[in-house]
């Protein structure tokens, strides 16, 4: 399903315009060695595929690693295929992980879908993408065709992936249909005729795995290339499902703040990889400010980039409420149980609020509460603070 004839665009001298090192940049493999030379040399476009199975709704900063490459081969000419994964999200991607993924309903299935590609045309060049969802030929494979393509690999090759491995030396389940999914995935190659394949490190046997059922299909190879993992600010890779991410969509209230917690040993690597230019020299405190505009300003543009700035600064930095602040009606009552009201406005357990409320963290009128209950007189009118971030104001 291309976006805007993604076919037909001619290759820019073969991608040598801009050079083997900027198709490649913060790549950790592109194998076998050379292949990616020679099809460049076949002085046609490259169709450079990413698949992604649709498990959240958010493209991360993470995921836009890979995409950004896929940029840069556009930019060359070459047409992007992104695979959204609608059937194999049915399986559930078995890479790195001690246990079977959920499986989502169609309807979320369909809902993440729709989101990906509009947050992915952040990066990519919509103009010059082809989107399709393996279940065009996923869904129409016979039990003969699912049969030969079982063939192309063995058992034992499947078993010597590290999760597959593991998990089978602790005797925790492993499903047929996870043992499946290296191949499935790999069929998408067969069937849009990849010439690059893109994906983060873990994904590094896939992306072989596809080498070899394009060479049993009768295709040339597909050549693998991985990048680098984002690392949050919690140490581990940024991901969707653990919740330490920054949206590609997401508020840049929210993208700006978060983009603040990103320790000083990361920012030499965010640089890299998110805004693909050396970290400046000097007070950290400006670079981490200087790439929470540029990440904002990717997303949203510069007003919003301000905008953005001028929140943390009141909010965060000087403590102080934002200027315009939502409101909330107080239920009935005096006094007013500030638990309930806190869980109720800001989306929180009532323990969370208690916990809050006795940290200090819950100002009402930016004076500290000590109390559960509370004067309703007190209440009314007031902003209600929890946490540096979060603010109402009560009326009733």
């Known amino acids: 399903m291309p976006l805007a004839g993604g076919g037909h665009v001619c290759a820019r001298e073969a991608g040598v315009g801009m050079g083997i090192a900027e198709l490649t940049r913060n790549a950790v493999h592109v194998l076998p060695v050379g292949a990616l030379e020679s099809k460049l040399a076949l002085g046609r476009p490259l169709r450079v595929k990413l698949g992604i199975d649709v498990t959240a709704a958010d493209v991360t900063l993470g995921n836009g690693i890979p995409l950004q490459r896929m940029a840069a081969f556009q930019r060359e000419g070459h047409v992007g295929v992104l695979i959204v994964g609608d059937y194999t999200t049915r399986i559930g991607d078995p890479s790195g992980r001690s246990a079977a993924r959920p499986i989502l309903s169609d309807a979320e299935i369909e809902q993440n879908a729709q989101r990906f590609v509009d947050q992915a045309s952040t990066i990519i060049d919509p103009d010059r993408t082809e989107v399709r969802f393996n279940g065009e030929w996923l869904a129409g494979l016979d039990f003969a065709e699912i049969l030969r393509l079982t063939r192309t690999a063995t058992v034992a090759q499947i078993l010597e992936r590290d999760d597959f491995a593991k998990r089978y030396r602790e005797r925790a389940p492993i499903s047929v249909s996870e043992l499946l999914y290296p191949l499935m995935?790999?069929?998408?190659?067969v069937a849009?005729?990849?010439?690059?394949?893109?994906?983060?490190?873990?994904q590094l046997y896939n992306l072989l795995t596809g080498r070899e059922v394009m060479a049993a299909y009768g295709l040339d190879p597909q050549v693998a290339l991985t990048v680098e993992y984002l690392v949050s600010w919690d140490g581990a890779g940024m991901s969707a499902s653990r919740g330490n991410y920054i949206g590609l969509k997401e508020a840049p209230e929210e993208q700006f703040g978060k983009a603040m917690r990103i320790p000083d040993t990361l920012l030499e690597q965010w640089y890299r990889l998110v805004a693909q230019e050396p970290m400046p020299e000097g007070d950290a405190l400006d670079a981490k400010l200087a790439l929470a505009r540029w990440i904002v300003t990717r997303s949203h543009g510069e007003k919003a980039a301000r905008a953005a700035e001028e929140h943390f600064t009141r909010v965060v930095r000087e403590g102080r409420a934002p200027d315009a602040v939502p409101e909330h009606a107080l239920p009935a009552g005096d006094p007013v149980h500030l638990?309930?009201?806190?869980?109720?406005?800001?989306?929180?357990?009532?323990?969370e609020a208690r916990r809050l409320i006795t940290q200090g963290g819950v100002k009402v009128a930016d004076v500290p509460v000590a109390g559960l209950d509370v004067a309703r007189a007190t209440l009314a009118g007031a902003v209600l603070q929890a946490g540096k971030r979060r603010f109402v104001r009560l009326v009733g």
């Open 185 to 189: 995935q790999a069929y998408d190659s």
């Open 192 to 202: 849009v005729a990849a010439d690059v394949e893109l994906g983060g490190t873990d």
């Open 339 to 351: 638990p309930a009201v806190l869980a109720e406005a800001f989306g929180i357990s009532t323990s």
